[in-house]
């Protein structure tokens, strides 16, 4: 039974002695219309509505942001949803009829219902995952439990990220079947954190060193206008910006993003904190992607390696074939026999090749490492439940953000991956000397400080099929992650203000690679291009150093 009388001129329903979770109280409190005005008449004004218990939250006068329909609608729901800090001291202040005493009553009252609603919540969750639990020998969060009891007794304090935790490897160790996906992942994760930079540089190494023995290095060859043109290894800006410089950053890039998000994100995302035999481990998520990793890899073996050197290189070079796209500096024996051989062509062009396989690899694996995270993120939000503490959803914001700012990074790496090439290739089919002087001479002509103009050597530009297929997937794979992640990140009871903030941060990131995809497209299209280029490049380069993180304005509270 409850008690009622009016305070304020409101109705006042006092807190009942028996202990209900918030879902029962909040459904008396509802019905019976708590906290509504007196009619004249002296009888209540009825039950609460969604749209009227908003609406009277929002103009309570210390709340400025107000409270989401949408918000107050869940609590109506037949759910197991509870509700946050913020919100319950402003319910007790409307069922406790703006009166301090009964306020602070009823905002005890409402947070134990919350604690008894998350229980039972967590309660039924681990009957679930008992009743749905799979057979020991194909589990592995059991082995997952048995590594960490296993190395807990040994290493007293493991850190997040640490191989010691890596579900990925024991799984591995216990004999189960070969995982391409699983392999890629240890690539990137754990004490392999530089691993694969140090194999781009590797190979890059061999790559400088074999081009100066052939003489490839520093090579230039004569156009019909009679300039030479520079088409050495040494200046290529694919080879010597791209590869060297920018994927290498790319791929630490992805190594923090896995590393922080198996360590420290995932973990608070999960429903319980945090359950080892939960369902969703991150080993069986990426094993569910094995058939994409295999396509990735018949992709940059069979097409990048072998039919493109075939096609491209190989058969132009044992042919003799002198009428080719462009002249580039696997391709120089052809212009110039008296620098570098035909034999010592095909070896260096196979190397290049069999090294671009290699490290596009590495690039799509990322990439695909990067959906993975997004979509894990969305699945967990999808199956996470608010838990008591009113700062989960906005620490979840922070999350988003933050895991978004590391994929955004990644993909402003691989538009200026895509640029180089096609900057580089662009430059092979034009009629200039060197990139530079391409370049300066376009920005030049277009701000009318000279009256050169550059033209095409072959008369027109090659389709640049390689790079505009790369700048394709990392935008595709950008907008992708960022679909999901809003997504998930909109269904969080989030201050208003931190939400508005979020969706700025993911508009500008938007912007930023909607310019850099127009720059890339623009590459010698019109005179001029080079100063649309400049500015993507100083945006893009600057955008790398943007911690969006810094622009939310949500405080993060530990738990404890």
Same mark, same amino acid.
């Given at each position: 039974m409850?008690?009622?009388l009016?305070k304020?001129?409101?109705?006042?329903?006092a807190?009942?002695?028996?202990e209900?979770?918030?879902?029962?109280?909040?459904q008396i409190?509802?019905?019976?219309?708590a906290g509504?005005?007196?009619?004249?008449d002296?009888?209540?004004?009825?039950?609460w509505t969604?749209?009227l218990l908003?609406t009277?939250?929002?103009?309570?006068?210390?709340?400025e942001?107000g409270?989401?329909?949408?918000?107050?609608?869940?609590?109506?729901q037949?759910?197991?949803?509870?509700?946050?800090y913020?919100?319950?001291?402003r319910?007790a202040?409307?069922?406790?009829?703006d009166?301090p005493h009964?306020?602070?009553?009823w905002?005890?009252?409402i947070?134990?219902?919350?604690v008894r609603?998350?229980?039972?919540?967590?309660?039924?969750?681990?009957?679930?995952?008992t009743?749905?639990?799979?057979?020991?020998?194909?589990?592995p969060?059991q082995i997952e439990a048995?590594?960490r009891a296993?190395?807990s007794s040994?290493?007293?304090d493991?850190?997040?990220g640490?191989?010691?935790?890596?579900?990925?490897?024991?799984?591995?160790h216990?004999g189960?079947?070969?995982?391409?996906a699983l392999k890629?992942?240890?690539m990137f994760?754990?004490?392999?954190a530089?691993?694969l930079?140090?194999?781009?540089?590797?190979?890059?190494?061999?790559?400088w060193?074999m081009?100066?023995i052939f003489g490839?290095?520093?090579?230039?060859y004569?156009?019909?206008n009679?300039?030479?043109k520079?088409?050495g290894f040494?200046?290529?800006?694919?080879?010597?910006?791209?590869?060297?410089?920018l994927?290498?950053?790319?791929?630490?890039?992805v190594t923090?993003?896995?590393?922080?998000w198996?360590?420290?994100n995932r973990?608070?995302l999960l429903?319980?904190?945090?359950?080892?035999?939960?369902a969703?481990t991150w080993?069986?998520k990426?094993?569910?992607?094995?058939?994409?990793f295999?396509?990735v890899?018949?992709?940059?073996?069979?097409?990048?390696?072998?039919?493109q050197?075939?096609g491209v290189?190989?058969s132009?070079?044992?042919s003799?074939?002198?009428d080719v796209?462009?002249?580039?500096?696997?391709?120089?024996?052809l212009?110039?026999p008296d620098?570098?051989?035909?034999?010592q062509?095909?070896?260096?062009?196979?190397l290049?090749?069999a090294f671009? @396989?290699m490290?596009?690899? &590495? +690039?799509? /694996?990322? $990439?695909l490492?990067?959906?993975?995270?997004?979509?894990?993120?969305?699945? *967990?939000?999808?199956g996470r439940r608010e838990?008591p503490?009113g700062?989960?959803?906005?620490r979840?914001?922070?999350?988003a953000v933050?895991t978004?700012?590391?994929?955004f990074?990644?993909?402003?790496?691989?538009?200026l991956?895509?640029?180089?090439i096609?900057?580089?290739?662009?430059y092979?089919?034009?009629?200039a000397?060197?990139l530079?002087?391409?370049?300066s001479?376009?920005?030049h002509?277009?701000?009318?400080?000279?009256?050169?103009?550059?033209?095409?050597a072959? @008369?027109s530009?090659?389709? &640049? +099929?390689t /790079?505009? $297929?790369?700048?394709?997937?990392v935008?595709f794979i950008?907008?992708?992650c *960022?679909?999901?992640?809003?997504?998930a990140a909109d269904?969080l009871?989030?201050?208003a203000?931190?939400?508005?903030?979020?969706?700025r941060?993911?508009?500008?990131?938007?912007?930023?690679?909607?310019?850099?995809?127009?720059?890339?497209i623009?590459?010698g299209?019109?005179v001029?291009?080079s100063?649309?280029?400049l500015?993507s490049v100083?945006?893009?380069?600057?955008?790398?150093?943007?911690r969006?993180?810094?622009?939310m304005?949500?405080?993060?509270?530990?738990?404890?």
């Amino acid at each position: 039974m409850t008690n009622t009388l009016t305070k304020n001129g409101k109705l006042y329903v006092a807190p009942p002695e028996c202990e209900l979770d918030f879902k029962e109280l909040f459904q008396i409190l509802a019905t019976a219309g708590a906290g509504r005005p007196i009619k004249s008449d002296g009888f209540p004004s009825g039950a609460w509505t969604p749209e009227l218990l908003a609406t009277a939250i929002s103009e309570l006068n210390d709340n400025e942001d107000g409270v989401e329909l949408r918000t107050v609608q869940r609590w109506f729901q037949s759910n197991d949803q509870g509700i946050g800090y913020d919100n319950i001291s402003r319910l007790a202040r409307i069922v406790g009829c703006d009166d301090p005493h009964a306020t602070v009553q009823w905002q005890a009252k409402i947070n134990a219902a919350n604690v008894r609603l998350s229980e039972k919540r967590r309660t039924k969750k681990r009957a679930a995952q008992t009743r749905d639990k799979p057979l020991p020998e194909a589990d592995p969060d059991q082995i997952e439990a048995t590594a960490r009891a296993q190395f807990s007794s040994t290493r007293t304090d493991p850190q997040p990220g640490s191989t010691f935790w890596d579900a990925t490897q024991i799984t591995i160790h216990r004999g189960r079947p070969f995982s391409l996906a699983l392999k890629a992942e240890a690539m990137f994760a754990g004490a392999n954190a530089i691993g694969l930079p140090i194999s781009v540089w590797c190979g890059m190494g061999i790559l400088w060193f074999m081009a100066y023995i052939f003489g490839a290095h520093d090579i230039s060859y004569p156009l019909a206008n009679g300039v030479q043109k520079e088409v050495g290894f040494f200046w290529s800006s694919a080879w010597s910006i791209g590869d060297l410089i920018l994927l290498p950053m790319f791929l630490i890039v992805v190594t923090e993003l896995i590393n922080r998000w198996k360590g420290g994100n995932r973990p608070t995302l999960l429903p319980t904190k945090p359950d080892v035999s939960s369902a969703q481990t991150w080993a069986l998520k990426v094993q569910r992607y094995s058939g994409s990793f295999g396509a990735v890899l018949f992709v940059c073996v069979s097409i990048i390696f072998l039919i493109q050197w075939i096609g491209v290189y190989l058969s132009p070079l044992l042919s003799n074939k002198t009428d080719v796209a462009m002249i580039d500096w696997m391709l120089a024996a052809l212009v110039r026999p008296d620098v570098i051989t035909t034999e010592q062509a095909v070896i260096l062009s196979f190397l290049a090749f069999a090294f671009s @396989g290699m490290i596009y690899w &590495f +690039f799509f /694996s990322g $990439l695909l490492f990067l959906y993975i995270i997004a979509s894990d993120f969305s699945e *967990l939000c999808a199956g996470r439940r608010e838990e008591p503490d009113g700062t989960d959803d906005d620490r979840v914001l922070q999350i988003a953000v933050r895991t978004t700012s590391s994929i955004f990074h990644c993909c402003v790496l691989g538009c200026l991956i895509a640029t180089t090439i096609k900057l580089n290739a662009a430059y092979l089919v034009s009629d200039a000397a060197t990139l530079t002087s391409w370049l300066s001479g376009d920005g030049h002509a277009a701000l009318r400080l000279a009256d050169a103009r550059w033209g095409w050597a072959k @008369g027109s530009p090659s389709p &640049f +099929f390689t /790079s505009l $297929l790369l700048l394709f997937l990392v935008c595709f794979i950008f907008v992708a992650c *960022l679909v999901k992640i809003f997504s998930a990140a909109d269904q969080l009871d989030v201050r208003a203000d931190a939400r508005r903030a979020a969706q700025r941060i993911w508009i500008k990131m938007a912007v930023i690679m909607a310019l850099l995809a127009v720059s890339f497209i623009l590459i010698g299209q019109f005179v001029g291009f080079s100063l649309l280029l400049l500015l993507s490049v100083s945006v893009g380069i600057n955008s790398l150093f943007w911690r969006p993180a810094n622009d939310m304005s949500v405080p993060v509270t530990t738990p404890g």
